[in-house]
Nanobody
């Protein structure tokens, strides 16, 4: 299983951005999918996930963020509106055969990350 994240870049505060994660391999449909991020000097943190059809968001992005998946195209999208400088981070996508967010966070399958930089 391989994951390829894309869509990052340099944006201004208040802008919107959509990140995409292409998943290759024989697993996808029915698997949990998620986005995490690592800001400079900080630990990796949860952003959003879809687990058994239920969408979950971190408090820091709830209301500004939409996660979606396209099983026919094996892609996972993360749209973030109203970007803030504190959203600056490398964003990673992941998949796992689990119903647990904790297990998803420890998945063996991760994309290489895409950098989002938000200027004030």
């Amino acid at each position: 299983v391989q994951l390829q994240a894309s869509g990052g870049g340099l944006v201004r505060a208040g802008d919107s951005l959509t990140l995409s994660c292409a998943v290759s391999g024989r697993i996808f449909s029915g698997y949990a999918v998620g986005w995490f991020r690592r800001a400079p000097g900080k630990e990796r943190e949860f952003v959003a996930s879809i687990i058994r059809g239920s969408k979950n968001y971190a408090d820091s992005v709830r209301g500004r963020c939409t996660v979606s998946r396209n099983n026919s195209e094996n892609t996972v999208l993360l749209q973030i509106n109203g970007l803030k400088p504190e959203d600056t981070a490398v964003y990673y996508c992941t998949v796992a055969q689990t119903a647990s967010l904790a297990v998803l966070s420890r998945s063996r399958y991760w994309g290489q990350g895409t950098l989002v930089t938000v200027s004030s």
